[in-house]
């Protein structure tokens, strides 16, 4: 085994036995006037007014709140756990009778629940920021066997998150970059070559690109002219990967 390939391995290794999951919310936070930890904050966060999130707070057996309290976790699990109690299995924070995607607000990380309302509802993939993509295409990855490790933020490697997949006695290795990109943006080749090109340095056994759009008539030539060496999932890729997660839950 080469050198390059054996330290690819030792730090997918370390990383999975030291690493405990701490995805962060899906949405990006929306700004508010409120000092932050208060109810009124909180209640800007979800896209609610203070009033109705008080109201359900009651609901919860947590009556006579007030926008200026400080919410103490102990708040936000007891309402959580009315709120799956009555809306199960889905953990929502608020439920309209018919909710836009912006109403839909999670309080946890990325759950099978929370992959199980994606499956129902795909199309809130675009209104996540694409740090919380990468994070959840890392988990949906993790459902399908694979060992993942996500690289950091910062950084910028030509991928997002290294992968290994066991097939018996021997590992294969991967490399996958996310895109998360409106439908119409299509990935182009450049995307393709670029990775491609990792995958040569990094000497692991292929790359896949991932993303909530579609590729190039141009991309897909390329891929066809490297062969295995590169896979592409699209929106479709992912609809079918939530939907297979929701099945196998249910």
Same mark, same amino acid.
């Not at 836009?100 to 839909?104: D, H, I, M």
């Given at each position: 085994m080469r050198r390059s390939q054996q330290k690819l391995f030792d730090q997918l290794e370390q990383r999975?036995?030291?690493?405990?999951?701490?995805?962060? /919310? *899906?949405?990006?936070?929306?700004?508010?006037?409120?000092?932050?930890?208060?109810l009124a904050h909180f209640a800007d966060q979800i896209g609610r007014t203070s009033e109705a999130l008080i109201a359900q707070f009651a609901e919860a057996g947590l009556p006579g709140l007030t926008p200026s309290l400080r919410l103490l976790e102990e708040h936000k699990e007891q309402l959580l756990a009315y709120l799956r109690a009555k809306h199960s299995p889905a953990a929502v924070l608020y439920e309209e009778q018919d909710p836009? /995607? *912006?109403?839909?607000v999670v309080v946890q990380d990325v759950t099978a629940e929370i992959m199980a309302h994606l499956a129902k509802e795909p199309q809130l993939l675009y209104q996540l920021a694409p740090r919380k993509f990468e994070e959840l295409v890392a988990r949906l990855l993790e459902q399908q066997g694979c060992d993942v490790t996500l690289t950091k933020a910062t950084r910028d490697g030509g991928y997002d998150?290294?992968?290994r997949i066991k097939t018996g006695p021997a590992s294969l290795l991967f490399l996958a970059e996310c895109k998360r990109y409106a439908p119409e943006n299509k990935v182009g080749v450049e995307v393709v070559r670029g990775l491609y090109g990792v995958t040569e340095i990094q000497k692991v056994n292929y790359g896949l690109i991932v993303t909530t759009s579609t590729f190039t008539r141009d991309a897909k030539e390329e891929k066809l002219r490297i062969g295995p060496r590169i896979q592409l999932a699209e929106y479709d890729d992912l609809c079918s990967w939530l939907a297979s997660t929701s099945r196998s839950r249910a």
């Open positions: 999975r036995k030291a690493t405990t999951y701490t995805f962060r /919310p *899906l949405f990006p936070e929306r700004s508010s006037i409120h000092p932050r930890g208060t836009s /995607p *912006l109403s839909f998150i290294l992968g």
